[in-house]
């Protein structure tokens, strides 16, 4: 179906309403299976619902190549298609750039508790993408390096063992190395050089632009809290990112500690722990609690971004695929959550025995302990109330798996099981999410070894095609109230001749105004997030007015300024080749994609 870029003009008093959005183009799904018969085949309406519809106007699928690495003895494919572990989009880059991450590589469980079968050797890499025309196109590989030069590997650390014995196809045991690491958030600095989370230390790594590691954060010398040293194996530091102000990295967890007085096991534990840490100092500035929805589905944290200074998106996930699974993004506002490394009154810290301690308890052995809050929330959330704790709490901002499954119930667009990479453009209202495809494998064939035969992962329900990296990307103001949940935030810009107001922008973050290219100066939201700013009398003619965060527009307008000093005269500003649309159920001027 062809592209329709959405554009609706309004003048209104003299002014121009803008209620941000970006062109959108129907779903560029992936091609059918060449055998249709094993494709999921779930009852759809005759007539697609103007949800469908519109749903399918607010997404783009982009699917990637997939080269092959290597390939079984039973001819399953090993792919070079692992990039979707992490993404994010570096401030100043074009708007169809993106970078993605490998995690430690080809992986898989054998039939031996507590094994891992790495079919091969890998060096996890940071991967440059362009979107463009359906397609995910890879032109940079980043290979990951230590300090002295050694190609990182997927190996168990030798300073963070996991409890795993590590295998080949053989079955020959692969050694723990210093080199190894599993690397799962990334963020791309505007400085050229990136930061990077895995789950073995965890760790964060500050890398330069070549993939050479220039630092270490690590729970075991302090420089991260000693007690996240305690995370349940290959479940550590999911995620990164870095807000917009470019001051804070926030990384979070994938699931709760192992502390020592951990009772039933850390699934029936409905929090994990998020940290912030200030970048020109290094140090950790705070730690604080997210609540899982563990009462809706055994969910766990895939990565979290960042919309505003404080304000972030949470991907929470099950690990299965079809219409009934739990894909969700969340909204949160870390200023209103507790930073337990502030102890609130009666207790302690000890780092050795789980970190902050209530009446000599961890806060996961503290809400363990009571039966009534295993993968309960809400009690975990009054038990910790109870001691002067505040944990995040979510806000539904985007139902994942409800976008795609309307948009296309016969599960051939986007259906996969792990979403973990989430970047944002134009001020958080284009979201674009990428799935980690495990390169294409899924298990080992019941009863085989040396050498282990391999099954191949499936594309979502659809047996007959090999799982593939996809990035998906939302157009938020193209999706209808229905599909948006209640923590996706709306902003409304206002720009005249006079200047340019705005509220329902992130709190306390700052965007960029700029009059034909040249920077008058920010918009600085409030705790509510309102913000205006004034300038003086433009020159006669037309300027074109851009609002931007993290250098990505948020709104564009243009206004036409007359000799006798009348009012503005606001006209859209339209891509090259557009052909502007009405769409009257939405008042105002959406902005263009710059």
């Known amino acids: 179906m062809p592209h329709h870029p959405r554009l609706l003009a309004s003048a209104v008093c003299g002014m121009l309403l803008l209620s941000p959005a970006v062109p959108s183009a129907l779903a560029a799904g992936p091609t059918a299976p060449a055998d249709a018969s094993s494709a999921p085949s779930p009852d759809a309406p005759a007539t697609p619902s103007s949800n469908a519809l519109a749903a399918r106007r607010a997404i783009t699928v982009h699917t990637g190549d997939a080269p092959v690495l290597a390939t079984a003895s039973n001819g ?143 729970p075991f010398d302090g420089s ?91 991907d929470e996930r099950d690990g299965d695929a079809g219409p009934d699974t739990f894909k969700r993004l969340y909204r949160i506002d870390l200023s209103r959550a507790t930073n337990i490394l502030n102890p609130p009154p009666g207790t302690t810290y000890d780092a050795s025995r789980g970190g902050l301690l209530v009446s000599g308890k961890s806060l996961e052995g503290l809400v363990s302990a009571d039966k009534s809050a295993a993968s309960n929330e809400d009690r975990a959330a009054e038990i910790l109330s109870a001691h002067g704790i505040t944990a995040a709490q979510g806000e539904l901002a985007l139902d994942m798996t409800r976008l795609v499954w309307t948009a296309d119930p016969s599960g051939r667009t986007f259906p996969h099981d792990k979403i973990e990479g989430v970047a944002v453009t134009h001020g958080g209202r284009t979201i674009t999410v990428s799935n980690d495809s ?57 720009i005249n001749d006079k200047g340019v107001a705005a509220h329902n922008l992130e709190p306390d973050t700052d965007y960029t105004v700029t009059i034909d290219g040249h920077r008058v100066g920010d918009l600085a939201a409030d705790g509510s997030g309102r913000a205006s700013l004034t300038w003086r009398k433009l020159a006669t003619g037309k300027h074109t007015v851009t609002v931007s965060l993290n250098e990505s527009a948020l709104a564009t307008s243009t206004i036409t300024i007359t000799g006798q000093n009348g009012p503005a005269n606001p006209t859209a500003s339209a891509p090259a080749g557009a052909h502007p649309t009405v769409r009257p159920a939405r008042p105002g001027l959406p902005r263009t994609g710059v």
């Open 76 to 218: 399953v494919r090993i792919t070079d298609t692992g990039y979707g572990s992490a993404l994010t989009h570096r401030p100043g880059d074009p708007d169809d750039v993106f970078l993605g991450m490998t995690d430690r590589g080809p992986n898989t469980d054998s039939e031996k508790s507590g094994e891992k079968i790495e079919p091969l050797t890998f060096q996890p890499a940071i991967g440059r993408f362009r979107l463009v025309g359906g397609r995910m196109i890879l032109d940079k590989r980043i290979g990951l390096r230590t300090a002295d030069g050694t190609p990182v590997n997927g190996a168990v650390n030798t300073e963070a063992t996991t409890g795993e014995t590590i295998v080949d196809l053989d079955g020959n045991p692969v050694a723990p190395s210093p080199a190894g690491l599993d690397p799962e958030g990334l963020v791309a600095a505007p400085d050229g050089t990136f930061w990077i989370s895995d789950e073995y230390g965890p760790y964060v790594l500050h890398v330069d632009a070549t993939g050479r590691e220039i630092s270490r954060l690590k």
């Open 224 to 314: 991260l809290p000693g007690e996240l040293a305690m995370r349940t194996a290959n479940r550590g530091m999911e995620g990164l990112t870095l807000t917009p102000d470019g001051r804070t990295l926030v990384g979070v967890m994938q699931s709760a500690l192992e502390t020592p007085d951990l009772k039933g096991g850390f699934k029936k534990v409905p929090f994990v722990r998020i940290v912030t840490i200030d970048v020109a100092s290094r140090k950790v500035t705070g730690q604080y609690l997210y609540l899982l929805h563990l009462s809706e589905a055994r969910t766990s944290v895939s990565e979290i971004t960042a919309v505003g200074n404080h304000t972030l998106l949470v």
């Open 438 to 494: 495990d390169f294409g494998i899924n298990g080992i064939v019941k009863g085989s070894h040396d050498p282990f035969q391999l099954v191949t992962k499936a594309f979502g329900l659809d047996t007959g095609r090999q799982d593939v990296g996809e990035a998906l990307t939302v157009d938020m103001d193209a999706l209808p109230a229905s599909l948006r949940g209640p923590g996706d935030r709306t902003p409304t810009v206002t």
